[in-house]
């Protein structure tokens, strides 16, 4: 089965920066999209970033200019660099990895990492 697994987060100062991996294994013939939400507490879910089959981007107009998402497709991992972090972007984050399984090749299911938290506090 396939499986996705988050790394990378912790606790930095404001101004500081940190790198989120999340990679899927499994039997995965192709991977599609990709991305990252953020669940911060007492506030709805959002999302970040998101990267397609093809390298487009798009990010939160929060993150822009300080978030880069990228992706390694001959690993299946998708990457979240985070620099000039602020307070406001503590939270727990969540991959996506959306993938062409072997066993269901006519569409694409989304799988979701185990979230890692992130606290920017000085």
């Known amino acids: 089965q396939v499986q996705v697994v988050e790394s990378g987060g912790g606790m930095v100062q404001p101004g500081g920066s940190l790198r989120l991996s999340c990679a899927a294994s499994g039997p995965i013939i192709r991977v599609v999209d990709m991305g990252w939400d953020r669940q911060a507490p007492r506030k709805q879910r959002e999302l970040v970033a998101t990267i397609g089959s093809g390298g487009n981007t798009n990010a939160a107009d929060s993150v822009k200019g300080r978030f880069t998402i990228s992706r390694d497709n001959a690993k299946n991992t998708v990457y979240l660099q985070m620099n000039s972090l602020k307070p406001e972007d503590t939270a727990v984050y969540y991959c996506?990895?959306?993938?062409?399984?072997?066993?269901?090749?006519?569409?694409?299911?989304?799988?979701w990492g185990q979230g890692t938290q992130v606290t920017v506090s000085s």
């Open positions: 996506y990895i959306d993938v062409v399984r072997a066993d269901a090749t006519y569409t694409a299911f989304r799988y």
